[in-house]
């Protein structure tokens, strides 16, 4: 059985060369002759051609013809619909990595350039941040990691990460038509369900205490996984889609994020996304407990400031701003908080 389906997809491949070479229809019984395979396998190439968004038509006595391959996920389709300024961006897309993060930070050591990008279609050992791991099956998200080389100080590495935020809520908007939002630091929410995370990781140069390169990674749930999320996850995860997402949906959204990402990092010091970053907070108005060492506290979030902190209103009456890794927020009753909010 697995040998079979190897030979299947050697049989896609083959039968997409057929159609990219003729300037007419193909008969099945033609390409089924041509490569030494039943009929019923150049049906089943052809049916995963199309769920690979290869639009091929087929018409009775007619045979096969491929249309458009616009909505294919491969870099070419990806670059086509990137803006000016992006000539210097090179997109290496896989079929699987451990974690496009991992893999990448192994490019930036051998001294790759700034603008690499690294996409898979699935990941073994997807990577979220604090150690946990990122649910990463094939066909249901954007795997997707960006080296950098900025000339920041490693305190503001922090801004690398909320500038990703603004762009991807912004690419999920502009692709699926519906707001999306962010939940301080990082975590892009969709309706209420979480369908992105960021995870920036940075080598430092402790002579001038500024970064040698940043890896931004970005993980977006395009479609729910046929099995649903696994149960630890359930409740909080969400998709652009639940069923049947555009074929063109990874494609449009790996450029729209790389477009908007970008435009801001190139004038990162101004810092020109921050209005759209405090528009965009899941959490302002919200009730939320946090803790900090082994103190728990109660308060309103009332919003976020320049620098990118939690400004909250304590029970007390009294002001507080908490930089990223300063809190954690308490999550029990969190979801149901931010489920329940009306933006």
Request: charged share 25%.
């Amino acid at each position: 059985m697995k040998k079979q389906e190897v030979v299947g997809l050697d049989i896609a491949d083959r039968v997409l060369g057929i159609l990219r070479e003729s300037q007419q229809d193909v008969s099945g019984e033609a390409i089924a002759a041509k490569l030494g395979v039943s009929r019923s396998g150049v049906w089943k190439a052809v049916k995963k051609l199309r769920e690979d968004g290869y639009q091929v038509e087929a018409g009775t006595n007619r045979g096969y013809r491929l249309v458009s391959e616009s909505g294919v996920y491969v870099p070419g389709n990806i670059r086509r619909l990137l803006g000016p300024g992006m000539e210097d961006i090179e997109i290496d897309l896989r079929e699987e990595v451990s974690s496009t993060n991992t893999v990448l930070k192994e490019l930036a050591e051998q001294g790759k350039p700034e603008g690499l990008v690294l996409i898979a279609k699935r990941q073994s050992r997807g990577k979220g941040r604090l150690g946990r791991s990122f649910y990463s099956p094939e066909g249901s998200g954007l795997y997707m990691s960006i080296l950098l080389r900025p000339g920041l100080a490693a305190e503001d590495s922090l801004f690398i990460t909320t500038a990703a935020a603004v762009a991807v809520a912004g690419a999920v908007s502009a692709v699926t038509g519906r707001q999306a939002m962010i939940k301080w630091v990082n975590d892009v929410y969709l309706e209420g369900k979480k369908i992105c995370g960021i995870l920036t990781e940075a080598a430092i140069d402790f002579e001038n205490n500024g970064l040698n390169y940043a890896v931004l990674g970005i993980g977006v749930n395009v479609q729910e996984p046929p099995e649903g999320f696994p149960p630890e996850i359930s409740e909080v995860a969400g998709a652009l889609y639940r069923y049947d997402a555009p074929v063109d949906t990874r494609t449009r959204l790996a450029a729209e994020i790389l477009n908007r990402f970008f435009g801001f990092y190139r004038a990162l010091p101004e810092r020109s996304y921050m209005g759209e970053y405090k528009k965009l907070s899941l959490l302002t108005g919200l009730d939320i407990t946090f803790q900090q060492g082994r103190e728990s506290w109660e308060g309103k979030v009332l919003g976020i400031d320049d620098e990118a902190r939690l400004i909250v209103r304590l029970a007390s009456g009294e002001e507080k701003s908490f930089g990223a890794g300063e809190v954690s927020i308490v999550k029990k009753g969190l979801l149901e908080s931010i489920q329940s909010k009306d933006i």
